[in-house]
């Protein structure tokens, strides 16, 4: 059974600092993905990763998969109130379906 | 052009009844999953339809729960006698069905067990 830990489970920082969310594996993934969920909403797809040290920006968000692809990370630049949420990693295997994290809910004060 | 849909965005039921909840996938997309969310938690894999078959039912957490995809289209998600620890949101997603790639979600249905 592939698992994901991600880590912290809980963030609560004040707008404008920075935050590093970790995804972390002893599984193998052939692509990581990073989702954003808000309440009451389904999670959102923000950025898929395919090859061992990738890094890919998305504005202020940084995510990195690792060299070995069992690990990931997400890192945020100056964040903002907007960017509050639960934050999820996703692993692709051979199998068909994804292998989600537990998630990080991040809150940032205005 | 649309998003996965869903239906009920709510649902409140007495224990042992049976309830059926809804997904609408993007139009095109081969791939359609089943996921259950605990309160704050992740999201646990219940079934995957490739087509209208199942290959993977293997997070269906017991026999009274079943799914079903017609047109490899709509797909409903029967829950029978239905317990108050089925209590969670209910999210479908569907993809263009290469492996583990790239999911679009629904809104859920929220379960609500009494």
């Known amino acids: 059974t592939q698992l994901l830990e991600q880590s912290p489970q809980f963030l609560s920082i004040q707008e404008g600092e920075n935050l590093t969310v970790y995804c972390n594996s002893s599984s193998v993934f052939s692509s990581l993905q990073w989702y954003r969920q808000e309440p009451g909403e389904g999670p959102v797809l923000l950025v898929t990763v395919v090859t061992g040290g990738e890094v890919k920006k998305l504005k202020r968000l940084t995510f990195q998969f690792g060299d070995a692809r069992k690990d990931s990370s997400l890192h945020i630049t100056a964040a903002q109130p907007g960017d509050t949420g639960l934050y999820l990693c996703?692993?692709?295997?051979?199998?068909?379906?994804?292998?989600f994290g537990s998630g990080t809910q991040l809150t940032v004060l205005p | 052009g649309a998003g996965v849909s869903q239906s009920p965005s709510n649902k409140v039921t007495e224990k042992g009844k049976d309830v059926e909840l809804r997904c609408d996938p993007i139009s095109g997309h081969t791939a359609l999953y089943w996921y259950r969310q605990r309160l704050g938690q992740g999201l646990e894999f219940l079934i995957y339809f490739q087509g209208n078959s199942a290959p993977d039912k293997s997070g269906l957490p017991s026999d009274r729960f079943s799914a079903e995809r017609t047109g490899e289209s709509v797909s409903t998600l029967t829950i029978q006698r239905t317990q108050q620890e089925d209590s969670a949101v209910y999210l479908c997603?569907?993809?263009?069905?290469?492996?583990?790639?790239?999911?679009?979600f629904g809104p859920g249905t929220r379960l609500t067990v009494t």
């Open positions: 996703a692993g692709g295997g051979s199998a068909r379906q994804l292998t």
């Open positions: 997603a569907s993809s263009l069905g290469r492996a583990g790639y790239e999911q679009y």
